[in-house]
């Protein structure tokens, strides 16, 4: 088994590691790792997580508010699209201003 304990930090060769990175499998003392997220990782991949985060969070901000836009696109012409259809649908006599006359009422 690769035991730890038999590992030498991956910056410090004569320091004996006490932790291995995740990320970059490598082993390394305390004083290389930080804890990150409830993991702990080397400063190496640290830094690099750090530098990449922003960016994908902008993009995943920039891709919501383009899904947000999109839904509301496409509710409005949904909700244009079925009045529109509605109005389609309703039979002439509305049109003629004669749906609220009962005819059965009038044949008496
Ligand atoms: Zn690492
Ligand atoms: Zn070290």
Do not use: Y
């Not at 730890?4 to 305390?30: G, K, M, W």
């Not at 804890?35 to 994908?56: F, G, M, N, Q």
């Not at 696109?73 to 699209?81: C, D, G, K, Q, T």
């Not at 079925?82 to 002439?92: A, K, W």
């Amino acid at each position: 088994m690769n035991s730890v304990a038999h590992q030498r930090c991956f910056n410090h060769a004569l320091r004996e590691a006490v932790a291995r990175c995740p990320d970059c499998t490598r082993f390394f003392c305390r004083e290389c790792v930080t804890e990150h997220d409830d993991r702990v990782l080397c400063t190496a991949c640290l830094k690099r997580k750090r530098s990449t985060d922003p960016a994908k969070r902008r993009a995943l901000l920039g891709l919501k508010r383009i899904a947000q836009l999109t839904m509301g696109i496409l509710m409005a012409w949904f909700f244009f699209f079925l009045v529109g259809r509605t109005l389609m649908e309703l039979p002439e006599s509305f049109h003629e201003g004669t749906l609220w006359k009962v005819p059965w009422l009038e044949r008496r």
